[in-house]
């Protein structure tokens, strides 16, 4: 039942920003950069929004304690963080579906931006995940959480902007190529620490 | 036996003379160093090179921002070293003086890493009003390090939020080892990135490509050096604080347990049921 | 078996017991006595390794620690949404050991209520459930805390059967305000 709020919170968020910037650009025909830009806005925002609260619910229901005497950190960080990408990557294609779809704008190349869009939105739900862990005992969890994990993600974006714009037309291939390697190596990176990073702290 | 108490006392009469020459000489070098910063001849390349010189004070802050903001996320992997980084084996043997020791590292160097960062943005400031003609100019790096100091200042705002020691320590621990991915990506990867590297007016490769040479260049590696020894002066000393705070917190408790306060304690003793007939 | 040296706990710049040392062996029950805020309940949690501890060490009985120790607390919460099994079942899986789901809630007669969610529970119930879940593992140290507090009669029984099954295992410590809870042990600890 969490787990269905927490989706549809995630999906709702995406159609009414997806709503709202074409809205406010109802006149203009936007270049990649700035969709790809205002689409990594988006995507950043849901996820610090909606993710960390896979965690701050356990501490806020009072089942952590539960958890931390029954389940090994490296299961509960892997439980956690699956479910994670699995709402990010649906809201994240969800959410670049419409987007595209409302400011009719057209895909150069569309595996580069499955790839970009894959591979963010992993990295996404594993460094938001992460976060959620770490700010999860505090008394201002909620805003700590999203406040933490921002500075850590927009290095994410700027690679997922660049990777983006590319896959609609604008800038040289190899520019969009980097990204989509680097995002690879992000995500890889985020969820390969994350679990030994989360076990240090998980009796704390 | 006299003759070695003697030796000894005047062995650290000399050791204190020594400290107080070097704080001297440490003073007449930086004293050197300002004015130098000021009569070195301009360098090639800029569009007020006289202007420009604040580049010899700026360039040492990023340098140790970064290292310092790596050596804490290193601290507190010693840190979490000195616990147990697999939580199924509660080790007896945990150290806790180990891990206060550690985190008390990993914090001192974050807060002056976050020193330099602040002077890092403060002096790339003035050079982007002088040189670009604007005192924010969105400038790839000038975003970058903002986005490191934003790193910074979140690590603070997690430290604050835990009352408790324990948390506080591990979860700003945790914190500063996730940091480290994106921090070497914001100020190694990010700026040279092909397409941002074509949005910046930021030199990137000035000490790389050899720009800055002749007395420019040994003046920014005089100030360099200079710096470094401050920053190590200063870490020492916080973490010199940090220790006397909590020998002081332990005294406290030593003199709670003598007084009229003590800490709850027990002892086990067999249960003792009364009778029932 | 359990050995307890020197344990302290300070929280928020107060010490909320110190230089506690104490040591149990298979078939000791230690009971925990002391004022509301004494902090019998962190004693229990630090020694369990739930809540960490300021100085001292603890030393468990050998073992991965999901399955050789346990805690059944009163304030420990349940997840609404799931059913009484569905606990049993989550709690096995995540433990590795064999869910046992029959027996238990025969044990702590609960097979009535095997489908319905742990939100429409009363108290009493929620405890039987937290106590079988405890004892799902055969765990080799078991802590309560308050574990009489909602049980009717009935339940009190339950109670003096599960220790008694758990010094034959191992060891048990209660944290009470209750002191008719001291025939549950043969050692007690009076937190002042």
């Not at chain 2, 003609?133 to 975003?143: E, F, L, N, Y």
């Not at chain 3, 062996?25 to 960490?52: E, F, H």
Request: aromatic share 10%; with cysteine; charged share 15%.
């Amino acid at each position: 039942m969490r787990s269905q709020s927490g989706l549809v919170t995630g999906v709702l968020f995406s159609v009414v920003t997806v709503y709202a910037i074409s809205f406010a650009t109802l006149s203009e025909k936007l270049h990649g950069t700035v969709v790809a830009g205002l689409l990594w806005v988006a995507l950043l925002f849901s996820s610090s929004a909606s993710l960390p609260r896979i965690f701050l619910a356990e501490e806020e229901q009072g089942t952590a304690e539960l958890l931390r005497m029954v389940g090994r950190p490296h299961a509960v960080f892997w439980g956690k963080s699956l479910f994670n990408c699995l709402q990010s990557v649906v809201t994240g294609i969800l959410l670049c579906v419409l987007y595209l779809g409302f400011t009719s704008k057209s895909v150069t190349v569309p595996w580069l931006l499955a790839v970009c869009l894959i591979a963010g939105c992993l990295s996404l739900a594993g460094a938001v995940t992460l976060c959620g862990a770490i700010a999860s005992q505090a008394s201002n969890r909620a805003v700590l959480s999203a406040a933490i994990a921002v500075p850590l993600l927009l290095p994410l974006v700027s690679l997922g902007v660049s990777g983006v714009r590319v896959a609609l037309g604008d800038g040289a291939a190899s520019e969009g190529n980097g990204a989509a390697i680097g995002l690879i190596g992000y995500a890889c990176a985020t969820l390969a620490t994350g679990p030994w990073i989360f076990a240090a702290v998980w009796k704390s | 036996m006299c003759d070695v108490g003697y030796w000894a006392l005047d062995l650290c009469g000399g050791l204190e003379k020594l400290k107080t020459i070097l704080r001297t000489l440490y003073v007449l070098l930086m004293g050197v160093a300002i004015v130098w910063s000021y009569t070195v001849p301009d360098a090639v390349g800029f569009q007020k090179p006289g202007m420009a010189r604040i580049f010899l004070w700026h360039f040492p802050c990023p340098m140790l921002a970064v290292f310092l903001l790596m050596y804490g996320a290193w601290c507190a992997f010693r840190m979490f070293q000195s616990i147990s980084l697999s939580p199924f084996q509660f080790k007896a043997e945990t150290n806790y003086d180990a891990k206060v020791l550690w985190d008390l590292r990993s914090v001192a160097a974050m807060e002056i890493g976050y020193l330099f960062c602040l002077l890092t943005m403060a002096t790339g400031i003035l050079f982007s009003e002088v040189q670009w003609g604007a005192w924010w100019s969105w400038d790839p790096r000038q975003t970058s390090f903002l986005i490191v100091l934003l790193i910074y200042a979140a690590y603070f705002a997690l430290r604050f939020a835990y009352s408790d020691g324990g948390k506080r320590a591990a979860f700003s621990g945790a914190y500063a080892l996730a940091t480290i991915v994106p921090s070497l990506f914001l100020v190694f990867v990010f700026p040279r990135l092909p397409y941002i590297k074509s949005l910046s007016l930021h030199p990137s490769d000035s000490i790389v490509g050899g720009l800055i040479k002749g007395q420019y260049g040994q003046c920014v590696c005089f100030i360099l050096a200079l710096v470094t020894v401050l920053t190590v002066y200063l870490f020492k000393m916080r973490v010199q604080v940090g220790l006397l705070e909590i020998g002081l917190e332990k005294r406290n408790g030593q003199l709670e347990n003598l007084g009229n306060n003590p800490a709850p304690t027990g002892v086990v003793r067999p249960v003792y049921l009364p009778k029932s007939d | 078996m359990l050995k307890v040296d020197r344990l302290g706990k300070k929280y928020g710049g107060r010490w909320i017991f110190r230089e506690l040392s104490f040591e149990l062996n298979t078939g000791d029950r230690l009971v925990i006595l002391g004022r509301n805020g004494a902090g019998k309940s962190t004693l229990l949690r630090t020694i369990a390794g739930l809540t960490a501890r300021t100085e001292g060490s603890v030393e468990l009985p050998e073992g991965d620690s999901r399955l050789t120790i346990s805690l059944c607390a009163l304030e420990q919460s349940l997840y609404g949404q799931l059913t009484v099994a569905e606990h049993l079942q989550l709690t096995a899986d995540l433990r590795g050991c064999p869910a046992r789901i029959d027996e238990l809630l025969l044990k702590v007669n609960l097979e009535y209520a095997r489908s319905k969610p742990t939100s429409q529970l009363s108290t009493g119930m929620k405890a039987r459930l937290k106590l079988a879940m405890a004892i799902q593992s055969n765990p080799k140290a078991l802590f309560l805390d308050e574990p009489g507090a909602g049980l009717d009669e009935e339940g009190h029984i339950l109670i003096d059967q599960i220790t008694e099954e758990q010094a034959e295992r191992g060891c048990l410590i209660v944290a009470t305000n209750d002191p008719l809870e001291r025939r549950l042990a043969n050692l007690e600890l009076q937190l002042v």
